[in-house]
């Protein structure tokens, strides 16, 4: 694992924007994108550049179900906001928290994934070391599936609603087999609320009640975090 400590997340954005970079100029074409505060640097970074990104592909981990992609909350909204409406994609797939049939929007969505090897996976990461919506106990086998919040996760993310009954309690997620196998992995980290899940997923043993320990198996992740978020890191992992 490649680990960047930065002052703030302004300079963490900066660094994960400069990653996506570099890899379009070597060929990447699919980009697996992640919601949620930590990426919203990096996509101001991308919005503000002149790089072009209509004829690339984007894949996102995850989207809440039973939220209308028109629902201020939704991922779709999220991402439409704060990059796809300034930036179009060639083509741009969010599972649809609409879908009838939750079993066959999952299929369809490792059919996608599969046909579009994703070149560079942005990720965050929850307080509990969950990555996209895969959460603690989560197989490391996993492909896309429908998934139960945790409280944990439920309280977490009620900061961005009016009232945490609000917080749907299910969503469809990206496996943690299918973001493993992207080629290249940038997670993005900052802040308090990080420092245990940061130590766990770096320090700590690879098991699937910390998600994020899987990274410690993938050949090429860079972990980009703030120095309050790494302030638990032991020093040789803080140089
Ligand atoms: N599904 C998302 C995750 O993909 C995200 O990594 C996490 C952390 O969000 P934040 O970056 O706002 O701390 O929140 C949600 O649970």
Redesign the pocket.
Known sequence: MKIIITKDNIEGGTKAFEIIKTGMKNGAKVLGL??????IPLYSDMVDSDLDFSDMTSIN??EYYGLAPDNDQS?HYFMQHHLFDQKPFKHSYIPNGLAKNIHEEVDHYNKIIEENPIDIQI?????NG????NEPGTPFGSLTHEVK?TEN?IK??SR?FDNIDDVPRQ?I?MGIRSIMNSKKIVL????E??QDAIKAMIEGPVTEEVPASILQDHPDVTIICDEVAAAKLSDKYRK
């Open positions: 992640a919601t949620g505060s930590s990426p981990l995850d991922y990720l965050g990461i929850g307080g969950h990555i996209a919506f919040l996760t977490a993310n961005f969503a997620c993005l980290a900052f802040g609320s990080k």
